[in-house]
């Protein structure tokens, strides 16, 4: 499993310093020190790759969210979560930019994409009714609407490029979003 998480964590780095179109498993092989054989082992295919490099970024989105608390706590957590991430890992936005970018453009990419959006929307949904049930949120709002207007504004961020993505902007952005949700 270990040499498994150092190919997608290679992945993940040459995705974020290169884009997808430098993205080459020969690289990554040679990054975590084995022969493309081994690499094709663990990852029979590119898309493969790309699904293990997908869940270890939705493991840091996964990072924001506290099981603990009521749901108008772990909302705000989820938000300030997300602004931590915007400022500390912008190798993340970088990544899911490319992504969100090459799913145009692949249909194997465009799947896992937006099976993952619709996860991630499926999850905030059901957050946001939590909250709205307790009045932490607008209760007139759709949550199903909220979760994709939250998902929409992070995939606007993530497309940008890196050096046009201050993270002081996504924390407005993410901010001002929360106080129209509130």
Known sequence: MERQEELVR???DLLADRGFEGLRTRDVAAKVGVNIATLHYYFPTKEKLIRGVVGYAM?????????AGAPGEQLRAHFAGLRRLAREEPALFTVMGELAMRAHRDRAIGAIVREVDKTWQAMLAALLRHAAKEGAIATEANPDELAA????????????????????AVDRQ?????RLIA
């Open 174 to 178: 993410l901010r001002t979003l929360e």
């Open 10 to 12: 290679a992945a993940y």
């Open 59 to 67: 493991g840091q989105f996964r990072s924001t969210l506290t099981p």
């Open 149 to 168: 207007l939250i998902v929409a504004t992070l995939k606007g961020a993530f497309i940008l490029p890196p050096d046009g993505r201050d993270p002081r």
